[in-house]
């Protein structure tokens, strides 16, 4: 979005999501890496606190496509600071390896996005938004092995599909696939498109001006690929030494 006007609504919205991500990955921390007992963390509340935050970061990155000068650098630098960050928790953290995380999911749906951008905008706003909504819906239980809606079932896969080596970017996971963050492109290209989609059709509202003034939720959500980037260390940190002194 460089060099173009932003919209303020869209920098808050980003920086919220990014609040809680950060408040998830410190309860995930505490949860996982030093064994803090937080029962609630286990069930379907935080899996679905989780889904809402990852599902807005990308809702949000199919529309900034729209405004984006270069989606296919943008999606290159993404993909290279996932390559990279996937080398890092591999080293430094093997239990945790993220092999296919968000921001390879993002710079790969960018990469695609740039080079589909001159067909997709040729596909009515909103007929393109339905249609990605429907594929979305259909395809959350790709990672099971089927094609349905709301949990269940219309059509299972064919299992040789899930015994590959490598078609995990897809959303088919082979045996003893492991990420500790895991986006494959099924389904969750559907949702980036959904809000590629949705963008032109919210654009001129005089909403996207808010808020006014600047803010530290606004600010953090202009920079939300370096405080991904930075976050986990900081948490580790801040947890490692809350447990030095007995406080965990």
């Known amino acids: 979005m460089e060099g173009k006007k932003r919209y303020r609504l869209l920098d808050f919205l980003r920086g919220v999501s990014l609040v809680n ?25 935080a899996y679905w606190w989780q889904q809402l935050i990852c599902g807005s970061f990308i809702l949000f990155a199919g529309a900034s496509c729209r405004l984006s000068r270069n989606n296919l650098k943008r999606g290159a630098q993404l993909l290279a600071f996932g390559v990279v960050l996937g080398r890092v928790t591999a080293f430094v953290m093997p239990q945790q390896q993220v092999r296919f995380g968000i921001l390879h999911f993002m710079g790969i749906a960018c990469l695609l996005a740039g080079l589909l951008r001159p067909v997709l905008e040729r596909v009515m706003p909103a007929c393109g938004a339905l249609v990605a909504l429907f594929f979305f819906l259909l395809t959350r239980g790709v990672g099971r092995g089927w094609l349905g809606f709301l949990g269940h079932p219309l059509v299972y896969l064919p299992e040789g599909l899930y015994q590959t080596a490598f078609l995990y970017p897809l959303g088919f996971p082979g045996p003893g696939f492991f990420s500790s963050d895991y986006f494959p ?48 260390p900081v948490l580790y940190g801040i947890c490692w030494m809350l447990e030095r002194v007995g406080v965990l």
């Not at 991500?21 to 509340?45: K, S």
């Open 21 to 45: 991500m950060v408040a998830y990955h410190l309860l995930y921390d505490l949860v996982y890496l030093f064994g803090v007992r937080i029962e609630w963390y286990h069930g379907a509340g």
């Open 185 to 232: 492109l099924l389904p969750w290209f559907f949702l980036f498109l959904l809000g590629f989609f949705l963008w032109p059709m919210v654009q001129g509202m005089d909403v996207l001006e808010w808020p006014q003034q600047p803010n530290p939720i606004s600010w953090a959500g202009r920079r939300t690929v370096w405080i991904y980037l930075a976050h986990q």
